[in-house]
Structure formats: C-alpha cells, structure tokens
C-alpha cells in the first residue's frame, strides 16, 4: 500500500486532449500509473515520465487496483470494458477479462447514461465497483487540476476514488446512482453549447453594428452576462484560435446524448436541438475538428461577415 491510500497502482487507458494530461497529474502527485492507448505516442511519452505502458486493456486491468478510462464515445467504452472481437478471431482483450473481484472501475468519459448503468452491472457481477465521472473544464482544466467532476455510482466507491480525484478536479461532487454523473455531463453540455452560441450570436451582432467587440467582451465581463465561457471562448472567437480544447464534433456528440436523455423522459430540448444542428453543419463543412467555440463561424457565416485572421 502507497501513502496516498489502499491504491498502489492505477490504470489509466485513453491519453488523448484531456486524458494524457490527467494522467501526467496522477504520475507528479505519486501515483504509480499503467497506461494505454491505440496511439502509442502518447505512451510512450508517458512512459518516459515514468509511467508502466500495456499492451492492452486486459493487461491494464491485470495489473492495476483502480482503471480510469478517458474516451470518446459509448462504443468506444464498451470496447474497451468488454472488448468484443468477431467470433474466432483471437480473444478478448477487454478489461473484464483483466479485473479481480475488489477492483476499482471509473469511467471519466462521456457517453449514454445507459452505457454507464450496463458497463456497472457487468462488473458488479465480478466483484468490481464503478463510477460513472465525466469531467467539465477543457484541455485548460485537466493541464491545471482543476476539472468538475460529476460522480454517478456509490458512497463507498466514491470514497475510495476521491483522493485520486482531488487530484484531477477542484468541484467533486457524487450526484447519485450509477448513470446520475451522465446526466449530470449531459446537462452541463446543453448550458456549454447554449452559452457559446449566445455568445457567438452577441460578439457578431457587435462587430456588423459597427461596435467593438473586443470592447464588448470586456463590458459584458464586468456584468450579469459573465462567465467562464465568455472570458475564455469568447477570447478564442477573437483571436481566430480554434485550436482544439474539445472538439465539435465530441460536443455534437454529447448533445446526441442529452436530446436522446430528453426524448426518454419525454421532454423537448429545443434550444439544445438548434446548437446540435449548427454543430452538424459546422461538421458537414469540414469543421468538426476544431474547438466548439468555432460555433462563431458558422453564425458569422449566416450574417457575411468576413473576417481576417489576426
């Protein structure tokens, strides 16, 4: 047993935007980390700074007390947990085949609170507690330490995951059952996605009135309107950086999930509706890669507004 607690090593599979750098956290605060990813640059680097890289997800599991996974989509989780490969064609190297009863599982990414609720109940039947705790707080916030960490599953497993997480995150809180941080994640998506194209309609409106809107930011920064959102991405919309924090095309995907969460509980989401379908043309254009506060060109585009990059 480490200092740190009944943890001695950590499994950490998915090293992408937010992933590698959480984990980078994990290995200066101690932690003795196993890692992997299908891109194994990553690893590698990882690697250099000290952490054990596998080969699979199996092997993660096999040798780990706790397993993080950091990916992006549903299917991609199940692949991971379970990882399913066509009949006869060699065998599974999900980490289901790699755990021990004991066993600590928590899934950071997000994806369907359905998928949360069966990847729980699978390991459950192994002896393995789960934590569904999807992060807000971008690349900036996973460098930083400083994510929201919105927790579905049990005050026990919690318990044990918090010391890890205080590593990673500022704003911990365990919502509620298994799929509860899901939901959670599926909201803050709608408020995200609604924010910056608030901002994105305002900042346009300012600049094809005739008015700053470098002076407009700063204004409304000092206001009712302000928020992390609008110092930060409205930033990025001046600026024209649109280098990838979180991708459009992962936000467009968890607004798949909150409007399919919506269509469950019968309840319209109808401004979420409007953001996912701009992000589908940003996407159609060839956009999906860059940062989701390129939602600004998609409405500068509506108005003709042009405009140079600095």
Do not use: W
Not at 155 to 169: C, S, V
């Amino acid at each position: 047993m480490d200092k740190i607690g009944l943890v001695r090593q950590v499994g950490f599979i998915g090293l992408g935007i937010m992933g590698k750098p959480m984990a980078r956290n994990l290995i200066k605060a101690g932690y003795s980390l196993v890692v992997h990813d299908i891109n194994r640059q990553p690893v590698k680097e990882l690697a250099a700074q000290g952490a054990t890289p596998a080969a699979s997800s199996k092997e993660v599991a096999q040798k780990s007390d706790v397993v993080i996974t950091m990916l992006p989509d549903s299917p991609d989780v199940e692949q991971v947990v379970f990882g399913r490969v066509p009949a006869g064609r060699g065998p599974k190297e999900g980490l289901i085949e790699g755990v021990q009863s004991g066993m600590l599982y928590i899934d950071m990414s997000t994806i369907a609170p359905a998928t949360s609720v069966k990847v729980y109940e699978a390991l459950k039947a192994k002896g393995v507690e789960s934590l569904d705790a999807p992060v807000s707080g971008g690349d900036v916030g996973a460098r930083e330490g400083k994510l929201s960490i919105m927790v579905g599953g049990t005050e026990k497993a919690f318990q044990r995951a918090l010391p890890i997480f205080k590593i990673m995150g500022k704003n911990i809180v365990l919502i509620g059952g298994p799929g509860a941080g899901q939901v959670t994640k599926a909201c803050n998506q709608v408020v995200v996605a609604l924010t910056i194209q608030a901002i994105s309609e305002a900042l346009t409106l300012a600049r094809k009135a005739g008015v700053d809107p470098a002076k407009v930011r700063d204004a409304l920064l000092g206001g009712f309107a302000q928020s992390r959102i609008l110092d930060l991405h409205g930033k990025r919309i001046l600026d024209r950086n649109f280098q990838p924090g979180f991708k459009i095309k992962l936000h467009r995907k968890d607004l798949a999930i909150a409007l399919q969460t919506g269509r469950e509980v019968a309840l319209a989401l109808n401004a979420t509706a409007q953001a996912a379908e701009q992000m589908n043309a940003l996407i159609a254009q060839g956009k999906g890669e860059l940062d989701h506060s390129a939602l600004a060109l998609l409405v500068e585009q509506l108005g003709n507004v042009r405009i140079e990059a600095p």
